[in-house]
């Protein structure tokens, strides 16, 4: 079908903060053993750190990096992770249940980041533990007096302070399977508390309280007002978890999952609203999207292994799905989507990062690859600098069980000083769509196409896999510029990214 859209930088929706192309790091099944970390791995460094993995995470292009849960901090002790390595407990990981070494912690998780060249955002546990817990972490993270804590610090050979900016005020409390699960006012209140206090030791940090898990838990909405309702004056960020999957094989109504992510953010947007309305604010609390994916959740509650009462695996496969094709280009969407409100979605964190619901998968002893969702995330992150701008779309529409008739083009922009680039998806599992864009607005003389990426493949559930690691990848797309139009073929289920300059 024949759809037009047009390139206006006067539909400014706001500068990009870096932040939105953020990774989260979990210690959950192999991600950081035999993940991130293999000692004996031939590319290992010297503190064991696959060299592979890392090359990896950069060309990823990810910013902030979520640590360590998830699930897991709900139940962690921080001071288990620190000190001589050999004297640290192991402890059992209720959320996962797994055996937790402790050979990685704060300070060996730093150096890792140190390589891969991303921020540090820690999350605090509010489930087991408090605000005295909390303060302690931040006086040894990031206080720069002498303290028994930051002499601590000095002595495990951080003299400096790690000095995080973002910290998250706990992870998932409204969900009844996390560790310490509270009502809304009970967290609303712990968390109000642990942020005072913590600012109170450095007023520089920025704050996450927790919003729902998902958009279909039953709490959803009281929840984010409860909440806000006691941290509103508080905290910088409202959290956001969203899961996606292809549900019965019905490849269209996955395809709207970035309509339901857009839903998702308008809801939270005027909900903590309409708390600063109460209360005659002018503040505007932010979205941290610090958990969102493709993520076959279903299929995992279905398969997943029962353990004996004594067996408490060490780093075990967990949530290793497999993309494809389909995936990507849903994952792409929902990267459209988060740029699509770029201005109040100011942080996110792609859920996860290697081996556990990854762009990145390893194999112990082995190679490491892309998944099909390596490709729009590293492209997005890369391409989408300086300010996010609305693209109007006239397309078809395709149908969806949930929200009516969802468009079936759905495309953003971004603008920066050396010029523009252009994310697009076709939703439609039938139809190809050739997309015009008007690009007269932006005093298109001389603008042409200098990168053209498609995602595409005929077979939707092609992936790479470890017999395969290179099945699917990026192609040209075929997009030009004539008379001031740019061009764009998108075939069915398909994303891509247009640069033009
Ligand atoms: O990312 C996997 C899990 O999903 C996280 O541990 C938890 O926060 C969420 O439910």
Redesign the pocket.
Known sequence: TDTTARLDPYLEIAPIDRRIFGGFV?H?GRHIYDGIFEPGHPTADENGFRQDVIDLVRELGVSTIRYP????VSGYRWEDGIGPVDERPRRLDL?WHATETNRIGLHEFQQWLDAVGSDLMLAVNLGTRGTAEALDLLEYANTIVPTAWTERRAANGHPEPFAVKMWCLG??MD?PWQLGHRNAEDYGKLASRTAKAMRQLDPSIELVACGS?GRTMPTFGSWEREVLQHTFDDVDFISC?AYYQERDGDAQEFLTSGEDMARFIASVVATADHVAAERGSDKRIMISFD?WNVWYLDRWEAQQKQYGADEWPIAPRQ?EDSYSALDAVVFGDLMITLLQHADRVRSASL??LVNV?APIMTEPGGPTWRQTTFFPFSLTSRLAQGRAVRVPVTAGTVPSARFGDVAAVNAVATIDNDGATLFLVNRSVSDAATVRVDLSPLGAAGLAVVEAHLLHEDDLAAANTLEDTDRVGIRRADARVTDAELTVALPPVSWAAIRLG
């Open positions: 979990e959950l849960g998830g699930n897991f959320a992870n998932e969900g898990s978890h958990e949530l859920a996860q619901i």
